[in-house]
């Protein structure tokens, strides 16, 4: 997948650019501050949905502004051309076009565009509770299957309308447990579903992590993680025997759930254990093991994407390099090279950055960004 | 802001206040409406007032209908033991329009939705048991035609285990692939909905 074109108005500190786009290297360089990170964030917004520096749209536009517009040409791997458009106002929100036309559901956007970030906030993902693995996981999964995603969605839906009940005061002992049983079959029916394709993409997935840490690090540590959910799980094991394990489950656990108030069974507790050999990276991993382990997952995601669809994702690395000696950004440098996709890096220093990696500024771009101007610097820096 | 017309300043609120108007639409339909003849807003006035004061709910099946019972319920050519059980009037009405049940109805009025404080109390599902419970009328089959989304999967497992003592047959209508659409469009959860659903040639 490639972007070509970006156009940013009253987005963060852009109030009008127009930026072309190089099928390879797209690097941004300049002081911090200037808005680097809010130009891959556009890409992000324009492609997921959401920002991935915020949470709250509301702070996304210019200073003083109330709306924000943002547009991007792109081109698949299957050489299909078409534009992708939003525009958000305070008070209505956003709303997404694609070739002009409206998109009626957000999640008809998931999947088009496949992009992976890394930034410094995956430190999370290392460092702090299961919710940031079990997010990085959904992505990873929803960006290939619309049905994963559907199924998220619907199981948030059952485990709402589950936990009303468990909060009201009026129902207690039997009458709950009959008001609970139409929702636990269709939790566990659903849940069922997400748990195995959890653990047939994660068995897969183990791999392309190892091997990518190797490559990045090479160490002779072994990066792996475990799965854990209400139950032990097999990859490959049928989702309706998951789903059947998981109705006994939930029937089992009832007067635990009615007096902590709580659902607690099912995939929205699943824990994903991170491990270098033995070592639990979360609580013994040295910061700078932490830091490879989220770059090789992130790496593996962008190479699992690849071959699980035959395109590739649009990666975007903010100020990852900032973090890494000369020696790793040159091996990272050559990893995405052979990769071979559409890359956007930023860093905050151009002259550091080009004595570090010795990037082929061939089919590549070279920006430098000073706040309001965004200056091509491609041919002064090969 | 000085308001010229009191009137005028009314409807558009009350306007306002319906599903899928905002204030802008309301003004344009006030505008609308003082442009036009006199007696056609009249008539629409005298409409929307026979609305509330002549139709009922059936006390039977708990539809919309100037009669009570109405006319589905009172015809007896429609009594051939099954009862199908929508969420709305509306439903009713697109199943109707098939013209392929010859049966009763049984109008819901909803569908569980803890979240909105929706249980079964505040559904039509009392006057449902008795209607399977009526001697008068013995029913054989009782077919869900609820929407497939979480709501209406709990509603249709909940009356399920609820007619299990009846002597009664419980159906429902199939998930399938949508007439005059290629399989390459279909999604995948519906697509293998379809297939566990299929069908004997």
């Known amino acids: 997948m490639l972007i070509h074109s970006l156009n940013l108005r009253n987005f963060r500190n852009h109030t009008e650019k127009a930026l072309e786009w190089a099928p390879q290297f797209n690097i941004l360089t300049g002081p911090n501050g200037v808005g680097k990170t809010n130009i891959l964030d556009a890409i992000h917004l324009l492609c997921m949905s959401r920002s991935f520096v915020t949470t709250s749209d509301r702070v996304l536009p210019n200073q003083g502004e109330n709306w924000f517009e943002l547009g991007g040409t792109f081109e698949s791997a299957a050489r299909s051309k078409f534009s992708l458009k939003t525009f958000y106002s305070v008070n209505e929100g956003k709303t997404f076009f694609v070739n002009d036309s409206p998109l009626d559901r957000l999640t008809d956007l998931i999947g088009r565009v496949p992009v992976v970030v890394m930034c410094p906030e995956d430190r999370k993902l290392t460092a702090e509770g299961p919710l940031e693995r079990r997010s990085f996981l959904d992505g990873l999964i929803s960006q290939l299957s619309r049905e994963y995603l559907q199924n998220l969605l619907l199981y948030r839906r059952i485990r709402r309308q589950r936990s009303t009940l468990l909060l009201q005061d009026a129902l207690r002992g039997e009458m709950l447990r009959s008001a609970l049983e139409p929702w636990n079959v269709q939790m566990a029916d659903v849940g069922g579903k997400i748990i195995a394709t959890r653990a047939l993409v994660l068995e897969h997935f183990a791999g392309y992590l190892e091997q990518h840490f190797k490559a990045l690090t090479q160490l002779s540590l072994r990066p792996n993680f475990t799965y854990k959910t209400f139950m032990p799980v097999q990859a490959g094991q049928s989702p309706s025997e998951i789903s059947a394990q998981m109705l006994l489950a939930l029937d089992a656990a009832f007067e635990k759930e009615q007096e902590r108030r709580q659902s607690l069974i099912g995939p929205h507790r699943d824990e994903l254990v991170f491990y270098l050999d033995q070592i639990e990276l979360r609580k013994y991993g040295s910061q700078g093991q932490q830091r490879l382990f989220t770059i090789a997952l992130k790496l593996a995601q962008a190479f699992y994407y690849q071959d699980q669809s035959e395109d590739r994702p649009i990666l975007l690395m903010d100020d990852v390099f900032g973090n890494l000696d000369s020696e790793k950004i040159r091996t990272l440098v050559r990893i995405l090279e052979e990769q071979g996709g559409q890359i956007f890096i930023t860093h905050a220093s151009g002259s550091a950055l080009r004595s570090a990696a010795d990037f082929s500024m061939k089919n590549s771009v070279w920006y430098e960004v000073s706040g309001p101007e965004v200056k091509n610097i491609t041919q002064s820096t090969s | ?201």
Not at chain 2, 24 to 49: C, F, G, N
Not at chain 2, 67 to 75: G, L, R, V
């Open chain 2, 1 to 201: 802001m000085k308001v010229t017309s009191e009137s005028l300043e009314r409807t558009i609120e009350e306007l306002a206040k319906l599903p899928g108007t905002g204030r802008k639409s309301a003004q344009r339909i006030a505008m609308y409406l003082l442009k036009q003849p006199d007696d056609s807003v009249y008539r629409l006035a005298e409409t929307l007032q026979n609305l509330k004061r002549s139709v009922k709910t059936c006390c039977i099946c708990r539809t919309f209908s100037d009669e009570d019972p109405c006319a589905i319920c009172e015809n007896p050519k429609r009594q051939n033991g099954q009862i199908c059980v929508v969420e709305e009037f509306q439903d009713m009405y697109f199943i109707e329009r098939t013209d392929e049940f010859r049966g009763r109805y049984h109008v819901l009025g909803g569908v569980l939705s803890p979240m909105n404080n929706i249980g079964p109390d505040q559904l039509h599902v009392k006057s449902l048991i008795q209607r399977v419970n009526n001697p008068e009328e013995p029913v054989t089959e009782i077919i869900l035609a609820l929407n497939p989304d979480a709501e209406g999967e709990a509603t249709s497992f909940y009356l399920h285990k609820l007619l299990q003592p009846f002597e009664v047959q419980v159906t429902r209508i199939a998930y399938g692939i949508p007439v005059g659409t290629d399989l390459e469009y279909i999604d995948d959860a519906t697509l293998s909905r379809a297939f566990r659903s299929r069908s004997t040639f």
